[in-house]
């Protein structure tokens, strides 16, 4: 059975940061792509970022793009995300999701997913 807890979210001002991690525990994972989803208050639950195995290749979201960062430590079966210049927008439930799927590729599909954590409250007040 694989285990995901996310950890780092908070309330921050508008232009703030925070460092979001996923700590997994389980059977090896470190072959496995991972991702970043949110859900805000009456939204649909949508794709941030991911990475594959080895951090080779990333993928993000149109609207946080070039403010997020996703990264991993396979060592630690630890994924981060890095996110920058909060806006208000950026408000949501943070999800982290190990991917059924591995290789070179990253994956931004929600059925690509299979394990998924509990979530962390991201605020961003105005």
């Known amino acids: 059975q694989v285990q995901l807890v996310e950890s780092g979210g908070g309330l921050v001002q508008a232009g703030g940061s925070l460092r979001l991690s996923c700590a997994a525990s389980?059977?090896?994972?470190?072959?496995?792509?991972w991702g970043w989803f949110r859900q805000a208050p009456g939204k649909e639950r949508e794709f941030v970022a991911c990475?594959?195995?080895?951090?080779?290749?990333?993928s993000y979201g149109e609207t946080v793009k070039g403010r997020f960062t996703i990264s991993r430590d396979n060592a630690k079966n630890t994924v981060y995300l890095q996110i920058n210049s909060l806006k208000p927008e950026d408000t949501a439930v943070y999800y982290c999701?190990?991917?059924?799927?591995?290789?070179?590729?990253?994956?931004?599909?929600?059925?690509?997913?299979?394990?998924w954590g509990q979530g962390t409250q991201v605020t961003v007040s105005s």
């Open positions: 999701a190990k991917s059924r799927m591995y290789g070179s590729m990253c994956y931004r599909a929600i059925e690509d997913y299979e394990y």
């Open positions: 389980g059977r090896t994972l470190n072959v496995f792509s």
């Open positions: 990475i594959n195995w080895n951090g080779a290749t990333t």
